[in-house]
């Protein structure tokens, strides 16, 4: 048996089969789960990186389920772009894991903790299996483990507001799900497949049926909900603040990224260019949207006072981002799309995990509590300013990379007036990440009594210290991951012919090259 | 509902059988209709009639709740185990006629019955919990 050419399946079962087995492990000894998670989601890593790698020499895998050959059987198909997100989901969990273990001691019941990580790796396998699947109606089912063990793990935390935004979620995701399975069925109904390849194959002589471009709507409009594109963003920033922090962390970084690639998937693989460019308008209809994300989203975040509301209002916007390299069709700005999937991760992720650090040391979660923290909280400060800048655009980080292919694939286009949106977002984000880098640095510290009042206080952390200007940073268990992704949002952004060259190939593919 | 004797044998009598239809559903799942599934359904269905006549603490003491607990996570795992089996014997995942059961057809049968084996333990037990955790719940 040669290991490696199973990765595919193992990838995906190996998590789920863990997820049960962390629960049970959690019934012997509740410290087993933090290091079961661990092991799995690096080993999944692992697997990944091996995928990617394999894919980048010998080009597309495909993995027949049960050795039903497709389009009867279930396929896992991986080509350079989802390749490339498998490594970024299984990254992003490892990091967001190996962070995990304090600050879910902090902000989740001790009982809970077994059930929290057992949903946590269920969340992961449903992401991973969004990424590798290769057949439409398993891309349902793993959608819908996605999001049911989301909904549970947003409200698992102590918060009662926790419960009415994961309630939210609960229905604008179901609202969704239920769309995209319509959209299965309509496709299923006139093709009789629901392999993605063979869908590929078979739709183009019914392009003009009225069932395709019913499907079609319904995919469009349900894949918009789960990625929170603007106008169907408002189960976002609720779901975000208030879930523990780690959730937030790998929910920002990860889910909204998938639930893009997804989009991808059905507007350039199962669905060729030419429809989304001819047949139905949905590219004009979709750059439009996230024109106003953008915009909207950077406007939203500078009036927020809640650091982790403000992340997430900002994530809508960058999400409009990716959304918006797509809809130019051209190679340059889809390879920004996709580059920027990894790299809003990377972001994303060390901004949401220096807002779990400081709302582990001081229970402050609020912007303005963020004052003087430069000298009490200096590894994870810094941290966040990369982060900042990196969302800003500033050059060596990534970023900039993001913003630059997009830019210039936007002029390739001949659409200029994409240009001043992604410049005009980029001042607003310097607005809003320049308030808060101005009180952490210049700012004298404010004692916390002073603030305003801290919106999270734990049970067996009642002691929101005042801010001291001795040095008192997260411990090195939280600190190392938020520190490894900050390096990274650095690394790549120097080093950006890695991504990119993958990115490359993926966009490529995707437009219909080989 | 327990201090009625006629209800109470009755149920006591039909309990046993329910459980053992339970077994022929999914026992017969490849001839007729039925299967893990459906089997899952009936057996839990027998220890909510169980509840039903005697109430939900003494429900408890029949099906535990770390029993229905292990169990909601065990038939999961025969499920995915039995995949992961059959990539030892240099088949695809869940590629059941390369288990070393016989022929391609004998293992390719027994395959399906394992897997039938974990759908019914976890549809019952999850059915249990889902009952349990209803009725329990006190009205505030």
Same mark, same amino acid.
């Given at each position: 048996?040669?290991?490696?050419?199973?990765?595919?399946?193992?990838?995906?079962?190996?998590?789920?089969?863990?997820?049960?087995?962390?629960?049970?492990?959690?019934?012997?000894?509740?410290?087993?789960?933090?290091?079961?998670?661990?092991?799995?989601?690096?080993?999944?890593?692992?697997?990944?990186?091996?995928?990617?790698?394999?894919?980048?020499?010998?080009?597309?895998?495909?993995?027949?389920?049960?050795?039903?050959?497709?389009?009867?059987?279930?396929?896992?198909?991986?080509?350079?772009?989802?390749?490339?997100?498998?490594?970024?989901?299984?990254?992003?969990?490892?990091?967001?894991?190996?962070?995990?273990?304090?600050?879910?001691?902090?902000?989740?019941?001790?009982?809970?903790?077994? /059930?929290?990580?057992?949903?946590?790796?269920?969340?992961?396998?449903?992401?991973?299996?969004?990424?590798?699947?290769?057949?439409?109606?398993?891309?349902?089912?793993?959608?819908?483990?996605?999001?049911?063990?989301?909904?549970?793990?947003?409200?698992?935390?102590?918060?009662?507001?926790?419960?009415?935004?994961?309630?939210?979620?609960?229905?604008?995701?179901?609202?969704?799900?239920?769309?995209?399975?319509?959209?299965?069925?309509?496709?299923?109904?006139?093709?009789?497949?629901?392999?993605?390849?063979?869908?590929?194959?078979?739709?183009?002589?019914?392009?003009?049926?009225?069932?395709?471009?019913?499907?079609?709507?319904?995919?469009?409009?349900?894949?918009?909900?789960?990625?929170?594109?603007?106008?169907?963003?408002?189960?976002?920033?609720?779901?975000?603040?208030?879930?523990?922090?780690?959730?937030?962390?790998?929910? /920002?970084?990860?889910?909204?990224?998938?639930?893009?690639?997804?989009?991808?998937?059905?507007? %350039?693989?199962?669905?060729?260019?030419?429809?989304?460019?001819?047949?139905?308008?949905?590219?004009?209809?979709?750059?439009?949207?996230?024109?106003?994300?953008?915009?909207?989203?950077?406007?939203?975040?500078?009036?927020?006072?809640?650091?982790?509301?403000?992340?997430?209002?900002?994530?809508?916007?960058?999400?409009?981002?990716?959304?918006?390299?797509?809809?130019?069709?051209?190679?340059?700005?889809?390879?920004?799309?996709?580059?920027?999937?990894?790299?809003?991760?990377?972001?994303?992720?060390?901004?949401?995990?220096?807002?779990?650090?400081?709302?582990?040391?001081?229970?402050?979660?609020?912007? &303005?509590?963020?004052?003087?923290?430069?000298?009490?909280?200096?590894?994870?400060?810094?941290?966040?300013?990369?982060?900042?800048?990196?969302?800003?655009?500033?050059?060596?980080?990534?970023?900039?990379?993001?913003?630059?292919?997009?830019?210039?694939?936007?002029?390739?286009?001949?659409?200029? %007036?994409?240009?001043?949106?992604?410049?005009?977002?980029?001042?607003?984000?310097?607005?809003?990440?320049?308030?808060?880098?101005?009180?952490?640095?210049?700012?004298?510290?404010?004692?916390?009594?002073?603030?305003?009042?801290?919106?999270?206080?734990?049970?067996?952390?009642?002691?929101?210290?005042?801010?001291?200007?001795?040095?008192?940073?997260?411990?090195?268990?939280?600190?190392?991951?938020?520190?490894?992704?900050?390096?990274?949002?650095?690394?790549?952004?120097?080093?950006?012919?890695?991504?990119?060259?993958?990115?490359?190939?993926?966009?490529?593919?995707?437009?219909?090259?080989? | 509902?327990?201090?009625?004797?006629?209800?109470?044998?009755?149920?006591?009598?039909?309990?046993? %059988?329910?459980?053992?239809?339970?077994?022929?559903?999914?026992?017969?799942?490849?001839?007729?209709?039925?299967?893990?599934?459906?089997?899952?359904?009936?057996? /839990? &269905?027998?220890?909510?009639?169980?509840?039903?006549?005697?109430?939900?603490?003494?429900?408890?003491?029949?099906?535990?709740?770390?029993?229905?607990?292990?169990?909601?996570?065990?038939?999961?795992?025969?499920?995915?185990?039995?995949?992961?089996?059959?990539?030892?014997?240099?088949?695809?995942?869940?590629?059941?006629?390369?288990?070393?059961?016989?022929?391609?057809?004998?293992?390719?049968?027994?395959?399906?019955?394992?897997?039938?084996?974990?759908?019914?333990?976890?549809?019952?037990?999850?059915?249990?919990?889902?009952?349990?955790?209803?009725?329990?719940?006190? &009205?505030?």
């Amino acid at each position: 048996m040669n290991i490696a050419e199973h990765f595919p399946a193992l990838v995906i079962v190996i998590p789920l089969l863990f997820a049960l087995i962390t629960w049970l492990a959690g019934l012997i000894n509740r410290a087993f789960c933090w290091v079961i998670a661990l092991t799995i989601t690096f080993l999944c890593f692992l697997m990944s990186f091996s995928i990617l790698n394999t894919v980048m020499h010998t080009g597309r895998i495909s993995y027949h389920m049960g050795a039903w050959e497709p389009p009867w059987g279930i396929e896992y198909a991986i080509d350079y772009l989802n390749g490339f997100v498998l490594v970024v989901v299984s990254f992003i969990a490892f990091i967001v894991t190996l962070y995990s273990r304090k600050s879910v001691g902090l902000e989740i019941d001790e009982e809970k903790s077994p /059930a929290f990580y057992s949903l946590y790796m269920l969340l992961f396998t449903g992401l991973m299996g969004m990424t590798i699947t290769g057949d439409i109606f398993n891309l349902y089912v793993f959608i819908e483990i996605t999001s049911l063990s989301g909904y549970a793990l947003i409200a698992i935390g102590r918060r009662r507001n926790s419960l009415m935004a994961s309630f939210n979620y609960l229905i604008l995701g179901t609202i969704a799900a239920t769309f995209i399975l319509i959209g299965i069925g309509y496709l299923y109904m006139v093709t009789g497949s629901l392999n993605m390849a063979d869908l590929r194959e078979k739709l183009p002589p019914l392009y003009h049926s009225r069932v395709v471009l019913t499907a079609f709507g319904f995919f469009t409009v349900g894949l918009s909900l789960k990625l929170a594109l603007f106008p169907l963003h408002i189960w976002l920033p609720n779901a975000y603040t208030y879930a523990p922090s780690v959730v937030s962390a790998i929910m /920002a970084a990860t889910s909204t990224k998938v639930g893009a690639y997804a989009m991808l998937r059905i507007l %350039f693989t199962v669905f060729k260019v030419e429809f989304d460019l001819n047949v139905v308008p949905v590219t004009k209809i979709l750059l439009v949207l996230s024109c106003i994300a953008i915009i909207a989203g950077s406007i939203l975040a500078i009036s927020q006072t809640n650091i982790k509301r403000m992340l997430a209002y900002s994530s809508v916007g960058q999400i409009g981002y990716i959304v918006l390299g797509t809809t130019m069709a051209n190679q340059t700005a889809m390879t920004g799309s996709i580059i920027h999937i990894l790299n809003h991760a990377l972001m994303k992720g060390t901004l949401f995990l220096v807002a779990g650090c400081v709302v582990y040391k001081t229970g402050i979660e609020d912007i &303005s509590g963020l004052k003087g923290m430069g000298q009490k909280m200096p590894f994870s400060m810094a941290a966040f300013t990369v982060g900042a800048l990196s969302m800003v655009g500033v050059p060596l980080t990534v970023g900039f990379i993001s913003k630059w292919y997009l830019a210039t694939g936007a002029l390739k286009a001949g659409m200029w %007036f994409i240009l001043p949106i992604i410049l005009i977002s980029s001042l607003l984000s310097a607005i809003y990440f320049w308030r808060i880098i101005e009180g952490i640095y210049f700012a004298p510290a404010v004692s916390s009594q002073h603030s305003e009042v801290s919106t999270y206080r734990s049970l067996d952390h009642h002691n929101p210290h005042p801010v001291s200007r001795s040095r008192d940073d997260a411990p090195p268990g939280m600190l190392i991951p938020t520190l490894i992704l900050a390096g990274l949002c650095i690394f790549f952004g120097i080093a950006a012919y890695i991504p990119v060259s993958v990115a490359e190939k993926a966009a490529n593919m995707l437009l219909g090259g080989t | 509902m327990k201090d009625d004797i006629i209800i109470r044998v009755i149920s006591n009598l039909l309990i046993p %059988f329910i459980q053992l239809y339970a077994l022929y559903v999914l026992a017969h799942g490849d001839l007729g209709p039925g299967g893990g599934f459906q089997g899952g359904v009936i057996f /839990a &269905s027998s220890i909510i009639l169980y509840v039903l006549v005697y109430g939900i603490d003494e429900g408890r003491k029949r099906a535990h709740q770390k029993i229905t607990d292990v169990l909601n996570s065990v038939g999961v795992m025969i499920y995915g185990g039995i995949g992961v089996v059959c990539l030892f014997f240099g088949g695809y995942y869940l590629q059941y006629g390369k288990l070393p059961l016989g022929d391609l057809k004998h293992a390719s049968h027994l395959g399906i019955y394992g897997i039938e084996i974990g759908v019914e333990v976890t549809v019952a037990a999850v059915m249990i919990t889902i009952f349990f955790e209803m009725a329990g719940r006190k &009205s505030d």
